[in-house]
Structures are given as structure tokens and as C-alpha cells.
């Protein structure tokens, strides 16, 4: 093969790689899409950035365009925001957004709530709501506070045990007008026992506000785990799984998604990708994220854990593929009924066709083994 060849197959080849890229880049912010323009105002857009995604219904549908800071010092943040055509049918003029985080630290993204079915239509150009952000910040120092306070009380109500201790024993040994006024020895024991019993309660709730200071998810116990906060465990969860035959069902390992066998924490993301494109690629009704653990340790953390997996490989299929979130919901299915079950446990993503609808939502976990 000459040279001539060997460098137009490389220019031809260049120039492929340089098209695919910049479809896709295009794609990804909607370059290739009929689009139209909306604006939020906020008071700060905390770390938001221009091209980060403005979600719909949880689907990626539009891309920050600019950030305009105020004209003044009292004025707010302008936020201007590319959305497909498509969303208009969703979006009116009372929907709302707000700047929320993908996980506890993750990129932040713009999420539009859907509007009334009465709303006006919006149009190219048009302003809609906000909300406030979370400042996770302020919470951190709001919690450091709470526990400094406790930690001052719990020394407090130590110190007044032992004052009542000592004046048990003067008391005892008669000592003082009180010591010389009782000779009943059995009152005495009585108010013994009881500020003994009284310091081991001290005691132990000193103990446990220390394991709370020291486990609490802002301090990276839960974060370890893969998770972070134990109220979003059951955000999406549902009862059971439903009756009708499902469409598609993708079944995991625990140990080919997690990186422990007692952690919630994803390490084989990629093992769940094949799963985020047939969602993408196929029309589908609900689709349940089943998840449980190995026999080992307690059964009670064990239905946590379950309900963690479920949540995070649920929340992974969210925020890296186009899917509608609320049809993907979660069944933490605690330790694994399997004969001889692994030690990491399973997860099964069981995939249902349109109609079929998901059960009415569970308050608490039910054993359903995957």
C-alpha cells in the first residue's frame, strides 16, 4: 500500500472519528433538536454551571445556556435555559424550577417541574418560578451545632449525677441535718439505686450520641456504603412485584455491581449500562430494581442494605440514561431466599411493557426474594 494510500485511509479516518464526536456532542446538548428558551431566576445558583442539563419529569431535556449576574447588589441570578420543543406539551406557565444534585455531591442540574393542565402555554423567551436550593453547607453547620449542644448536655447531666452521688453518700454516712434526720437505711438504698440507675442511663445515651457523632452520614458513614440518607431509601420503593409477565429481566451478582459484600457502594457500573440502553431503545411500563443480601450479620441492616443497592442502581440508571424516572421504582428485598445464597447477594432489574402499571407504594420492606 503507498504512502498516498496509507495517509488519505488516515485523513478519511480522522475526520469519522471527528464527525462522531461532534454528533454526539451535539446530540448531548441538544445542537440537533428544534429547541426554544426559557428563564429562572434564583437568589445564587451554587455551583451551577453553563452547560449543565435542565431535567423534565427526571429526562434529560435541555441544556444551561448562560448565567447572567444581577444589574445590582439586591437583584437575583438569571438562569437561561434550551428545552426541546416536545417538553412544551409539560412545561406552562406556573411550572417551577429549582437547582438540584445528582447524589449528595454530585454535578448540579436544573430541574422544571410539569405545569397544570389549565396553565397557559409557554412561549420562546418566557420566564417561569423557582425554588430555593438546599445549601448542604448550612445543614453541615447546623448539625455540628446540634452535636456540640448535646455533647455539652450529656457532661452537664454527668456532672449532676455525680452531686447526687456524693450527696448519697453523706447522707449515708450522716453527715449534714439530712444525714442526722434519716435513719431509715432502706430509704436510702432506694435513692442509691436510683441515681446509680439513673448514671448508666447517662451513660448510655452519651454512648449513643457518640456512635451518632461518628457514624452520621454528613461525617461519611452511610457515604462509605454507597449511600447517604437512610429517609431516600424507600422514596421510590413498591410493594411487590407486579402480577403480569414481564417484558425483559437482567439478573446481577451482587459482587459484579458492589464493591463489598456489606457496602451499597457501586464499583461494576458498567455491568448496568447494557440494562440503562435497552430502556433507552425500547418503550416499557415500569420497570423494578430488586436487590438483596448475603445470610450474614444482622437481618434488620441487612433489609437496609437491600434497600440501598435498589436505590443507587436505580439512581445510576436515572442520571446516565434517558429514561422517564418515575417508572423505574425499587423493592429492597433484604437477605437472599436462594438455597445457598451469595455472600454479596443479587439484584435483578425486572423490565414490564407499556400498561403495566406499578403497585401502590409500600411504606416498609417486604421479603420478595429476586
Do not use: C
Not at 417551577?96 to 405545569?115: P, Q, R, W
Request: charged share 25%; aromatic share 8%.
Amino acid at each position: 500500500m503507498s504512502n498516498n494510500v496509507r495517509l488519505g485511509a488516515f485523513i478519511v479516518g480522522a475526520l469519522a472519528i471527528l464527525a462522531v464526536g461532534i454528533f454526539l456532542i451535539g446530540d448531548e446538548k441538544f445542537m440537533f433538536s428544534s429547541t426554544y428558551q426559557l428563564n429562572s431566576s434564583f437568589d445564587s445558583v451554587i455551583g451551577l454551571k453553563e452547560g449543565a442539563a435542565v431535567r423534565v419529569g427526571g429526562v434529560h431535556k435541555g441544556t444551561v445556556t448562560h448565567i447572567q449576574l444581577p444589574a445590582n447588589p439586591g437583584g437575583k441570578v438569571t438562569v437561561l435555559m434550551d428545552l426541546e420543543n416536545s417538553t412544551r406539551d409539560v412545561i406552562k406557565q406556573d411550572s417551577e424550577s429549582s437547582i438540584e444534585t445528582e447524589g449528595l455531591l454530585g454535578d448540579k442540574y436544573i430541574a422544571v417541574s410539569f405545569g397544570s393542565a389549565q396553565a397557559p402555554d409557554v412561549q420562546d423567551g418566557d420566564s417561569i418560578g423557582s425554588r430555593p436550593p438546599v445549601d448542604f453547607a448550612a445543614l453541615v453547620k447546623k448539625a455540628d451545632t446540634i452535636l456540640d449542644s448535646t455533647e455539652a448536655t450529656v457532661r452537664n447531666a454527668n456532672q449532676i449525677t455525680e452531686n447526687f452521688r456524693e450527696v448519697g453518700e453523706k447522707i449515708n454516712r450522716g453527715k449534714g441535718t439530712v444525714g442526722a434526720l434519716i435513719n431509715d437505711r432502706r430509704m436510702y438504698e432506694e435513692a442509691t439505686t436510683a441515681a446509680r440507675n439513673a448514671q448508666q442511663g447517662v451513660k448510655a445515651f452519651e454512648e449513643n450520641m457518640e456512635a451518632l457523632k461518628h457514624n452520621w452520614f454528613l461525617r461519611g458513614f452511610f457515604k462509605e456504603r454507597g449511600y447517604t440518607d437512610t429517609k431516600e431509601l424507600t422514596k421510590n420503593a413498591i410493594a411487590n412485584l407486579p402480577q403480569a409477565p414481564p417484558l425483559e429481566e437482567f439478573g446481577f451478582g451482587g459482587k459484579d455491581i458492589f464493591d463489598k459484600p456489606d457496602t451499597a457502594k457501586l464499583e461494576g457500573k458498567q455491568a448496568l449500562d447494557k440494562v440503562g440502553k435497552f430502556l433507552e431503545a425500547n418503550s416499557f411500563g415500569l420497570a423494578v430494581v430488586v436487590a438483596s443480601t448475603g445470610i450474614e450479620g444482622d437481618k434488620n441492616e441487612n433489609l437496609i442494605l437491600s434497600q440501598a443497592r435498589a436505590m443507587v442502581v436505580r439512581e445510576y440508571l436515572v442520571d446516565h440514561f434517558r429514561v422517564d424516572d418515575a417508572r423505574l421504582k425499587t423493592i429492597g428485598a433484604g437477605e437472599s431466599s436462594r438455597p445457598q445464597p451469595d455472600s454479596f447477594g443479587e439484584v435483578s432489574i425486572v423490565v414490564y411493557p407499556v400498561g403495566v402499571e406499578a403497585p401502590v407504594a409500600k411504606t416498609s420492606a417486604n421479603k420478595i426474594g429476586p
